[in-house]
């Protein structure tokens, strides 16, 4: 089966006509190929910046054991559990829906990690990051930074407070958007497998049309970087509730970039 895309890396003025086209052609070759993905595709043409930067060949494994000679270790004297609220770290309160996002850290046979450092960042409710190369016309919001981090508890249990992130436009064609989502980093079960994946809020528009998000080819593998509502989570006259876990080995095992 020949596909066809376009490869020309210097693409932004690409439309997003051109790129859906480029992106529903790989999926109906990938639904007619019979093996099942669960990992971003590295060199996905419609993420044009993929294309000269992603790794041609296998990774250099590093000793754990020496690595982690060298390497620091968190603990619960280390993370100040104030720094699962994204909404206090300034004078006021931040712009935004505030929510709270929590799920359990699981390895692959269901097992909670426990005292895992899970690490978020995210752009404000304008979509707009705190960061020097982010300069497209959104406020900046002074009661936001946009980074938190915690440490699972016994459970593996991991818990943010914070406001719902805007979708922001990127230069990788032409009136391109992100898909609101937070950055999550884990460590795994050791210093050097650090993993970073986006979570993504239920029924976001722009998921058909956005090349990051399509790049993991398999729809059930994209399904388990979305979160879901759960109102238990929610609480009275404060914040909205959303569920995600994070599975870091097995089956159903979370995508994560850069492996
Ligand atoms: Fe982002």
């Given at each position: 089966m020949t596909t066809i895309i376009?490869?020309?890396?210097?693409?932004?003025?690409?439309?997003q006509n051109q790129i859906n086209a480029e992106i529903a052609a790989i999926e109906t070759a990938y639904q007619h190929g019979g093996i099942e993905e669960t990992q971003p595709r590295l060199?996905?043409?419609?993420?044009?910046?993929?294309?000269?930067?992603?790794?041609?060949k296998d990774l250099h494994h590093a000793d754990p054991e020496d690595v982690e000679l060298w390497t620091p270790a968190f603990g619960?004297?280390?993370?100040?559990?104030?720094?699962?609220?994204?909404?206090?770290?300034?004078n006021g309160d931040p712009i935004g829906e505030r929510l709270i996002v929590t799920g359990r850290v699981l390895d692959g046979n269901g097992r909670p990690v426990r005292n895992q450092l899970v690490e978020v960042w995210q752009a404000n409710a304008?979509?707009?990051?705190?960061?020097?190369?982010?300069?497209?016309h959104a406020p900046i919001d002074p009661?936001?930074?946009?980074v938190g981090r915690c440490l699972t508890d016994d459970d593996g249990w991991y818990k943010f407070t914070t406001i719902k992130p805007g979708p922001y436009p990127w230069?990788?064609?032409?009136n391109a958007w992100r898909p609101a989502h937070i950055h999550f980093s884990l460590f795994g079960?050791?210093?050097?497998q650090r993993m970073i994946t986006q979570m993504y809020f239920p029924g976001d528009p722009l998921f058909a049309l956005d090349p990051i998000y399509q790049s993991i080819t398999d729809q059930k593998a994209r399904d388990r970087l979305v979160a879901t509502y759960d109102h238990d989570v929610a609480t009275h006259e404060w914040s909205t509730g959303y569920r995600w876990d994070i599975a870091?080995?097995?089956?159903n095992r979370t995508v994560f970039e850069d492996e």
């Open positions: 376009n490869t020309d890396p210097d693409s932004a003025s690409a439309t060199d996905y043409p419609p993420y044009r910046s993929s294309l000269l930067r992603h790794p041609t619960a004297r280390d993370v100040h559990p104030l720094e699962a609220d994204l909404t206090i770290q300034h304008a979509g707009r990051y705190v960061h020097k190369r982010d300069q497209h009661n936001f930074t946009g230069k990788n064609h032409n079960t050791e210093f050097t870091l080995s097995g089956t």
